[in-house]
């Protein structure tokens, strides 16, 4: 008998093996696959070489399935169907039925203003669903994370975002400056003079090594500004500022959000800054699952009704 170790078992043998153990005859099965009757005798030949079984045997009304055959069928058949999983489309995401977790993660700032509309969608359109929102810290790596599938999106306004993940625009925001309304500066005029001599409040840092793009653009004109006092939590900035001399810089639309209700003023910028940009993040390994591009969907829509749009569809 010819050594098994030259043989491999393949799509093509494991359908004839399991059409011979159901049809129990080598002419049945000849026809039911389109084959010549010599040709599926050869392959039953290799498949007895392959397994070192006979797998059909001769009995009074005809083949019946060696002991080692009647396993084989069962196998066959789970090969099969394994194959058949394999090898057909990606099933369709239905969100209304869904119980799928999500994991994005995303800086403080946003905390006040995108993701409470994201929660109220998700819940609107697929309410079996759950949203774990971890929080982007100077010790994550998100890039891995994103990697290992620990979180499905990661947004952010990195200056200069990594490469070799996929990137989808999601809004852009004007920078201005809060200060209480009764600071000496806030009745004078904000000038760049006293934007620089004034104690600073600033957001902790969360990404490690990075400048804020703030004190990027001010570096890039050869200024800096006097950071005094950094908070983790944005939701402390409006408490601390109307409790002290300390100036905030930020996106407008969260200034918007806090001087409705606390005593604080929003003021021009007095020097030339690009808008904050904030886009969502995502790696290779779940550029197309279906679950994952529903829910950068649906990120997208609800970042379009929260900032300037760019002119330009996210790339998702």
């Known amino acids: 008998m010819t050594s098994r170790t030259n043989h491999h078992l393949d799509t093509y043998l494991l359908r004839v093996l399991h059409t011979l153990l159901v049809e129990k005859s080598v002419s049945r099965t000849a026809i039911k696959l389109g084959q010549s ?60 039925s869904t119980a799928r977790v999500f994991h994005i993660a995303t800086p403080d700032y946003l905390n006040m203003l995108l993701i409470p509309s994201i929660i109220e969608q ?17 010790n994550l790596d998100y890039a891995n994370a994103l990697e290992n599938g620990r979180f499905d999106l990661v947004i952010g306004n990195w200056p200069d975002p990594p490469e070799h993940l996929h990137l989808a625009q999601l809004f852009d925001d004007d920078v201005v400056c809060m200060m209480h309304r009764d600071h000496p500066v806030a009745k004078k005029g904000l000038t760049l003079k006293y934007y620089l001599e004034m104690p600073h409040l600033a957001p902790t840092p969360y990404i490690e090594g990075h400048r804020s793009g703030i004190d990027a ?70 550029h197309v699952a279906p679950d994952v591009v529903w829910l950068r969907r649906l990120i997208a829509e609800v970042s379009a009704d929260l900032g300037k749009s760019s002119g330009k569809p996210p790339a998702l």
């Open 217 to 286: 653009a001010l570096a890039e004109q050869g200024l800096k500004r006097n950071v005094q006092v950094t908070i983790p939590y944005f939701a402390l900035v409006p408490h601390v500022l109307a409790k002290s001399d300390l100036i905030f810089t930020t996106g407008r639309q969260f200034a918007e959000h806090i001087i409705e209700d606390w005593p604080i003023g929003m003021f021009t910028l007095p020097f030339d800054m690009p808008k904050m940009r904030f886009y969502m993040l995502w790696h290779a390994r779940s």
């Open 122 to 138: 998700l819940r609107r359109r697929a309410p079996g669903a759950s949203l774990m929102v971890h929080a982007l810290d100077a």
């Open 37 to 96: 009757q010599p040709t599926i005798s050869n392959t039953l030949k290799r498949l007895r070489e392959l397994t070192g079984d006979a797998i059909l045997v001769r009995g009074k009304t005809g083949m019946v399935p060696t002991e080692r055959g009647q396993e084989l069928l069962a196998l066959a058949k789970q090969g099969l169907e394994v194959i058949e999983k394999i090898a057909a489309p990606v099933a369709a995401f239905e969100a209304d």
